[in-house]
């Protein structure tokens, strides 16, 4: 992970000149190199959960056989036919993992610089968390992760043909983005603090009460259903947990973070649509927390915001030193963060070099 833990310090030293000088054109090169050496550790890595999947699928593609009938990869069709594509390229797998490297970081990398002032804390944040679940591990649901959040501009601009054009795309890929459709509604409202406090506690009170989880293995078995009930009795249909669940516990305080400092951070272009989809993340989560891989599965497309919200954060205060101690303190949470997913060993399993 040393190169992770390299990118990490490179980082933190850009946020902390970039929260005390103007914009310039240098925090852009350094994004884009950042991110150019980010999709490169995420293409040439050696081995990572799914890893192997991920490459004897593209073998047998690139051999003819047809996508339908393997089943070590959910047959999501833009992700079958970019394979075949790939294939037709090169026979070596390597480009399968190098072309989702760099378009995902890329993409995502490009919408920070759009939509928030200080991007480098959004990269920041994507590093220690999502990065590595994504790009590292679940490539499918890394690039639609990033379509996803790339459609975030059509939500605030109100293009709802070419938001819905891409939420197709990113569900060829993982057919889980579908329900960011949603997002849509949801980013033209602002829901007042009391709703959304209200609705937080709905939901911990019908999760405390009966889990959504439950209810749904006590279902029968149904052939649209069979990607979902195939984890019933599996580690991933388990619980995660309610207040021992640290991303609830983290979402939670953010999302109260932000209700505290609302009339400031609501002036932000993209801050109502991350918040209130962040607030939908949350209560998923809430609501299956006894069932982890549809929890996990779904808030992480509603979670995209999060770390567009990070780096509205340092608009709570005033610029100079209280804006410089807060910059230090979400270095020092990013830390954190990275932190705990090695030491649980979420990252366990990934070999970078």
Same mark, same amino acid.
């Given at each position: ?263 400031? *951070?609501?002036? @932000?272009?993209?801050?109502?649509? +991350?918040? &209130?989809?962040?607030? /939908?993340? #949350? $209560?998923? %989560? ?26 509205? *954060?340092?608009? @709570?205060?005033?610029?100079?030193? +209280?804006? &410089?101690?807060?910059? /230090?303190? #979400? $270095?020092? %949470? ?20």
């Amino acid at each position: 992970m040393f190169l992770i833990e390299f990118t990490f310090i490179l980082l933190s030293l850009c946020i902390i000149f970039q929260v005390n000088t103007k914009p310039s054109l240098i925090y852009t090169i350094m994004l884009l190199f950042i991110a150019l050496f980010m999709a490169g550790i995420a293409g040439f890595r050696i081995d990572s959960p799914d890893y192997e999947n991920y490459y004897l699928y593209f073998n047998m593609l690139s051999k003819g056989i047809d996508y339908r009938q393997i089943n070590i990869v959910a047959p999501d069709p833009a992700f079958a036919l970019l394979n075949i594509c790939l294939s037709r390229l090169s026979t070596n797998p390597l480009i399968l993992f190098l072309f989702f490297g760099i378009t995902s970081v890329l993409i995502n990398a490009f919408c920070f610089k759009k939509y928030v002032k200080y991007f480098m804390i959004s990269m920041l944040f994507y590093l220690v968390h999502t990065y590595v679940a994504r790009e590292l591990m679940q490539i499918r649901a890394g690039l639609a992760c990033a379509l996803c959040l790339f459609s975030l501009r059509y939500i605030v601009n109100k293009c709802p043909w070419r938001f819905l054009i891409t939420i197709i795309l990113a569900s060829s890929f993982h057919l889980g983005a579908v329900v960011f459709l949603i997002a849509y509604p949801l980013g033209q409202y602002k829901f007042n603090s009391k709703k959304v406090a209200i609705a937080i506690i709905c939901a911990l009170i019908i999760s405390s009460i009966f889990p959504l989880g439950a209810f749904f293995k006590s279902l029968p078995s149904y052939a649209f259903l069979n990607r979902i009930q195939y984890y019933n009795d599996t580690e991933y249909g388990q619980s995660s947990g309610l207040f021992t669940n640290v991303v609830i516990i983290k979402e939670l305080l953010i999302i109260i973070v932000c209700l505290a400092y609302r009339r400031v *951070l609501e002036n @932000i272009p993209y801050f109502n649509v +991350s918040f &209130n989809t962040y607030v /939908v993340s #949350l $209560i998923w %989560l809430i609501l299956w927390n006894d069932f982890s891989i549809v929890a996990s599965r779904i808030a992480t497309f509603y979670s995209i915001g999060e770390v567009l919200l990070m780096a509205m *954060l340092p608009f @709570i205060t005033k610029s100079g030193g +209280s804006r &410089n101690i807060l910059a /230090v303190l #979400l $270095i020092l %949470l990013a830390g954190v963060i990275m932190f705990m997913n090695i030491y649980t060993g979420k990252w366990d399993g990934v070999v970078i070099i």
